[in-house]
């Protein structure tokens, strides 16, 4: 296993906490599989996913991408327990930071098979409390946690196998671009079903997303509790 680990920064200045990204690549190295980084220098983000697949698709031994952004803080366990769920497509678990709106898990489900997407909040809350999963202020590792089947997930910290990126790059150029109503995140999921590939949240991943604090599931699970969704 060679996992190469994309971060690609937009022309905003994100608050970074980079060692989280350091500690979960020393991780993996510790259990004998062989890491790359590729940073991209500031730019539209489109541009910078699409400038990492094709570095990474270069790299003929590396078996895996694992983008993550620089504003979201992660478990050391991150890269290893996404590859290891030995999936084509599967993401951790995080919230919006926006800091006028309530937390909101970063993927969705079409509406009548899109463009429009609608939230998971309500599937994700009662998934955590059926499975009694810890809820922690801050980013998180949980063995055999569940998986939820979505349509969309975001980047923040998104595994994804070789084969996948292989077949999109022979079927359109422009990997990550925005298409009408969706954003470049978005217009990827929908390419990678149209191919038949399913799309994972694993809810064991929990990262933190910065703001000056750290948004995580406890947040999220605080404001469920009274946010009709």
């Given at each position: 296993?060679?996992?190469?680990?994309?971060?690609?920064?937009?022309?905003?200045?994100?608050?970074?906490?980079?060692?989280?990204?350091?500690?979960?690549e020393r991780f993996v190295i510790q259990r004998g599989a062989a890491?790359?980084?590729?940073?991209?220098?500031?730019?539209?983000?489109?541009?910078?996913?699409?400038?990492?697949?094709?570095?990474?698709?270069?790299?003929?031994?590396?078996?895996?991408?694992?983008?993550?952004?620089?504003?979201?803080?992660?478990?050391?366990?991150?890269?290893?327990?996404?590859?290891?769920?030995?999936?084509?497509?599967v993401g951790a678990t995080y919230f919006g930071r926006r800091k006028f709106f309530p937390p909101d898990v970063i993927a969705k489900k079409w509406v009548d098979g899109g463009p429009y997407s609608r939230s998971i909040n309500k599937k994700l809350?009662?998934?955590?409390?059926?499975?009694?999963?810890?809820?922690?202020?801050?980013?998180?590792?949980?063995?055999?946690?569940?998986?939820?089947t979505v349509d969309v997930i975001g980047f923040g910290c998104l595994m994804i196998?070789?084969?996948?990126?292989?077949?999109?790059?022979?079927?359109?150029?422009?990997?990550?671009g925005g298409h009408g109503e969706i954003g470049e995140d978005a217009c990827f999921c929908m390419h990678a079903q149209n191919e038949g590939y399913k799309i994972y949240l694993d809810l064991g991943v929990q990262l933190g997303h910065l703001r000056i604090d750290e948004v995580t599931i406890a947040n999220f699970m605080a404001i469920q509790e009274w946010v009709e969704t």
């Open positions: 296993m060679q996992i190469v680990i994309g971060v690609c920064r937009e022309r905003v200045a994100y608050w970074e906490h980079t060692d989280s990204v350091e500690a979960a890491t790359g980084k590729i940073v991209d220098s500031p730019t539209y983000i489109h541009l910078g996913r699409e400038r990492i697949v094709n570095i990474f698709l270069e790299q003929t031994r590396a078996s895996h991408l694992c983008f993550v952004d620089s504003d979201n803080t992660l478990p050391p366990e991150a890269f290893w327990a996404l590859a290891q769920r030995d999936l084509p497509i809350r009662e998934t955590v409390l059926e499975y009694d999963l810890p809820i922690k202020p801050q980013p998180q590792y949980i063995e055999s946690a569940p998986l939820l196998q070789r084969e996948v990126l292989e077949t999109l790059s022979e079927k359109y150029t422009h990997i990550f």
